[in-house]
């Protein structure tokens, strides 16, 4: 009877995921072997017709290392400045707690709304971007126009908007390490990039290792920027893989081939994480002994 009672307990819990993750997760398995547009009275099954399409697709690969590239430029540099100030702003004082506030204000804003405001400031006319440099004797940039530029200005506002999470996230990692080490460190005579080095890098290691996984997980789904700001372009340079997807699935009506490529982010993703846990995991210690 208890355990019947423990059953009925999680149900309603397994119910919700069921309905809303795991199912829909199967259903896109089953519609990635089928061509099916919405008008076609029942979808037509083609296996891995849709796979190979999609892997073939100079538009698919292009999205993809679109992804990887603003992955690659936006997280490390987030992850860097993030430990940066919060090595400055962890101490439990008055202030700092105000500053981690103001930091961490851009995560819980709309991302429509960060995308507008940078999108007008980026803009190559009347932005304030420019509009700095001018006032420099600067030339302006076309910071969303130009394909070889357009990448690098939407990772640029990524870093400005998840840069305040992992100051907080940072912040609360420094403050769990026992001050007894930084007082052994310098008695052992260790100056402050020393202290650094040899007992809060190692010790933060599990705080980056979390980091960086979400970071990354982040990193190649974006999408919001890309729809406000730039809507893939100029000439594509900014479409990346949720970006296609929504085109070929939505747009296009190509609901099969949607599904084989939201499945391959899927997998590309648990492959990363797995990765990353075999490698950078095997170098994570937790605990201070």
Known sequence: MNRLHSYLLILPACLVLGAFIYWPILYSVWLSVHRWDWLMPEPQFVGLQNYTIMLTSAQFQNALWNTALFTLVSVPPTLALALFVAVLVAPPTRSNR??????FMPTVMSAVAIGVIFDWMMN????TFNAALRALGVSPVRWLSDPDL???SLAMVEVWKQF???VVIYAAGLQAIPGTLYEAARMDGAGPWRQFRDVTFPLIMPTTFFLLILSVINGFQVYTFVEVMTQGGPARATEVILYYLIRVGFDSADVGLGSAVALFLFALLIGITLLKAATIGRKVHYGYD
């Open 98 to 103: 105000v500053l981690r506030s103001v930091y």
């Open 124 to 127: 190559s006319e009347i932005g």
């Open 150 to 152: 357009a990448l690098f």
């Open 164 to 166: 305040g999470y992992a």
